[in-house]
C-alpha cells in the first residue's frame, strides 16, 4: 500500500475557471476527510464521508465547492468559479473506521488562482 | 466551539536538547482525543502522538511525549534529543467520535533544530 496519493499536486488556474482534485486513499479505509490550509494555518475541515455518503460538510464551504465519491474509493473535489481567495493547499486524509481514528493525510493539491 | 490555540509561532532548540511545544483548546465535551501531527516542508502531514482524554496516563512515542493537564485544557508536546529531522511544522489538533474524529486544528508552531 502506497499511502493516500493525490492529483494533481499543484494547479494554477484563473479566477473564474473550475478545477477538480482528486484523492486515493488507503483501499481499506471507509472514511475519507477533506481539509483546506492556508499558508501559516492549520488546517481547516471541508468535507468528510463515509463510504461513499457525504456525512458532513463544513458550513464554512461555499456552494461553488463539491465533493463525491463514487463507490466509496477515491474522491473530488470540485471549485467551480474560483475566487483567488480559494488558493490555498488542499488534503485529503483517510481513516479505517470507528475505533481506528489515526488519520492518514496525501501530501496535497496546492492550488493557485491568478 | 471548540477551539485549539498554539501560542508559539516558532521555536529554535540545538540538536540533542529537549523542547516542548504548547497547545490549550476549548470544549465542553469531557470524551474527545488530541493529537499532534508533524507536518515537515513539503511532505505530508504524519501523526506524531495521541492522547484519549478518558485515559490519565500521558503518551509517550519513544523521544515523543505529552503532558495532558485535563482540567486545565493544556497538551503540550516535549521532544528529547531533538534530532535534525525533527525540523518541521507541529499541528495540534482536537477531535471527538461523536463528530466523526472531523479535526480542529491549531495554527501550528515551527520548530527549528541548530546543529
Known amino acids: 500500500d502506497t499511502g493516500v496519493s493525490q492529483n494533481p499536486r499543484h494547479k494554477i488556474t484563473k479566477r473564474g475557471q473550475n478545477v477538480t482534485f482528486r484523492c486515493d486513499p488507503i483501499?481499506?479505509?471507509?472514511?475519507l476527510y477533506w481539509y483546506r490550509q492556508t499558508l501559516g494555518q492549520g488546517p481547516e475541515f471541508l468535507t468528510y464521508f463515509q463510504n461513499e455518503a457525504q456525512l458532513e460538510k463544513s458550513r464554512l464551504l461555499s456552494d461553488r465547492f463539491s465533493a463525491e465519491r463514487p463507490k466509496g474509493s477515491f474522491s473530488t473535489l470540485e471549485i467551480q468559479r474560483t475566487e483567488q481567495g480559494d488558493s490555498a493547499m488542499y488534503l485529503c486524509?483517510?481513516?479505517?473506521?470507528?475505533?481506528?481514528?489515526?488519520?492518514?493525510f496525501g501530501p496535497g493539491t496546492r492550488l493557485t488562482v491568478t | 466551539a471548540q477551539t485549539v490555540t498554539q501560542s508559539q509561532p516558532e521555536m529554535s532548540v540545538q540538536e540533542a536538547e529537549t523542547v516542548t511545544l504548547s497547545c490549550t483548546y476549548d470544549t465542553s465535551e469531557s470524551d474527545y482525543y488530541l493529537f499532534w501531527y508533524k507536518q515537515p516542508p513539503s511532505r505530508q502531514m504524519i501523526l506524531v502522538i495521541r492522547?484519549?482524554?478518558?485515559k490519565q496516563q500521558n503518551a509517550t512515542e519513544n523521544r515523543f511525549s505529552v503532558n495532558f493537564q485535563k482540567a486545565a485544557k493544556s497538551f503540550s508536546l516535549k521532544i528529547s534529543d531533538s534530532q535534525l529531522g525533527d525540523a518541521a511544522m507541529y499541528f495540534c489538533a482536537y477531535g471527538r467520535d461523536s463528530n466523526n474524529y472531523q479535526l480542529i486544528w491549531g495554527a501550528g508552531t515551527k520548530l527549528i533544530i541548530k546543529p
Open positions: 486524509a483517510s481513516s479505517l473506521g470507528r475505533g481506528t481514528y489515526e488519520q492518514y
Open positions: 492522547q484519549e482524554a478518558y
Open positions: 483501499s481499506e479505509h471507509n472514511r
